[in-house]
């Protein structure tokens, strides 16, 4: 019998200009708590950057004027990989590294693009897909119209559901 797909998120690290910011989770179930204005909500948001989503949320001051690489160390159904990602340019390429996030120095990447499967090593949303397991399909955006366009569902739409 076929194991479940899962996601598993290890460690976040933002490289900064003067310091480094991490957080690590344990197994089983994390709780971010804390002041307000004290970064949570900047933790969900570099996870979210990381595998794709856009930088809305991640124009905090500090954010803005110290940050300027984010990595993130995740278990897709047992396979540890490591995405970086520059926190202030959205079209660069995302890392991709089949390797835990202290040995990113050893492995090649491959170049994952965040929001079309144009270029590079292809679309990050395929790439999450492959590794978990889970199929690629398109949807009908509407049952009604026969001449209804399809889209791909996205690792960001499965997520959403």
């Given amino acids: 019998m076929k194991k479940s797909p899962y ?12 310091k480094n910011y991490q957080v690590e989770f344990k197994e089983g179930l994390n709780i971010i708590w ?7 909500s900047s933790i969900l948001n570099f996870i979210s950057y990381c ?3 856009s930088n809305f949320g991640l124009q905090y001051e500090e954010i803005v004027k ?6 993130l160390e995740i278990n897709l159904s047992g396979n540890v990989i490591t995405f970086e990602r520059l926190v202030h340019d959205i079209k660069s390429p995302i890392k991709a590294y089949y390797c835990n996030i202290d040995s990113v ?9 965040p929001s079309t499967s144009s270029g590079y090593d292809g679309w990050i949303s395929d790439y999450i897909l492959d590794q978990l397991g889970i199929p690629k399909v398109k949807i009908k955006e509407s ?10 569902l ?4 499965l997520m959403k559901l």
């Fill in 7 to 18: 996601i598993i998120v290890n460690k976040l690290v933002i490289e900064g200009v003067n």
């Fill in 66 to 71: 110290k940050a300027r690489i984010a990595k």
């Fill in 34 to 40: 804390g002041d307000v204005d004290s970064g949570k």
């Fill in 143 to 152: 049952n009604l119209r026969d001449d209804a366009e399809s889209d791909r």
């Fill in 154 to 157: 996205s690792f960001k739409d």
């Fill in 105 to 113: 120095q050893e492995v090649y990447p491959k170049l994952l693009d």
């Fill in 51 to 53: 595998l794709g989503g």
